[in-house]
């Protein structure tokens, strides 16, 4: 074995003890790297398992109370929808109301104004016109009720025909 093989097989080893510190500190490296990895995932986890036991009830109550907020504030809602829905139909019927009576009111006045273009005797005319319209109206008033008395009577007088008729039978028997 020459100088030469022992220093290249020296250098050999001592490049393959190198390698393995090398490798070795690599692996030391990777070794707190996974150290501080597992750290932190365990703060994690510790964290996680702080929020299931503890912050996950407060979170969970704080849902249910937003959950009661908005019912309350969809009940509201629908109260004051149905509110407003009853004033606008009743803004409505009176906005009616108002607008048949003023045009009535304008149709008078038309009327009126038109009466007052007209000559004496077409008012006069139009006047009587209006009274026996009113007369009219009494005299079917009167002649409803004479009928409908009319027909009592005879309804009654055909009672005591028949009665009367009756009685005469049996007199006839006796």
Excluded: P
């Excluded at 969809?74 to 139909?89: C, Q």
């Excluded at 109301?97 to 009535?104: A, C, G, N, S, T």
């Amino acid at each position: 074995v020459t100088r030469e093989d022992v220093e290249e097989s020296l250098k050999a080893v001592f490049q393959f003890v190198k390698d393995k510190e090398q490798l070795l500190q690599d692996l030391r490296s990777k070794i707190e790297e996974t150290k501080k990895k597992i750290s932190e995932k365990q703060h994690e986890r510790d964290y996680w398992l702080e929020y299931k036991n503890v912050g996950s009830e407060v979170h969970a109550e704080r849902i249910s109370s937003l959950e009661k907020d908005i019912a309350e504030v969809k009940y509201e809602l629908e109260r004051t929808e149905e509110h407003y829905r009853e004033a606008l139909k009743v803004v409505r019927e009176e906005n009616q109301k108002q607008f048949d009576r003023h045009m009535k009111l304008l149709s008078e006045a038309a009327l009126k104004k038109a009466v007052g273009y007209l000559d004496k005797n077409c008012r006069r005319e139009i006047e009587e016109n209006e009274w026996l319209k009113e007369e009219v109206k009494i005299y079917r008033k009167e002649e409803r009720d004479l009928k409908a008395s009319v027909q009592l009577l005879e309804e009654e007088n055909t009672s005591l025909v028949a009665k009367l008729i009756d009685i005469k039978l049996q007199h006839l028997r006796v």
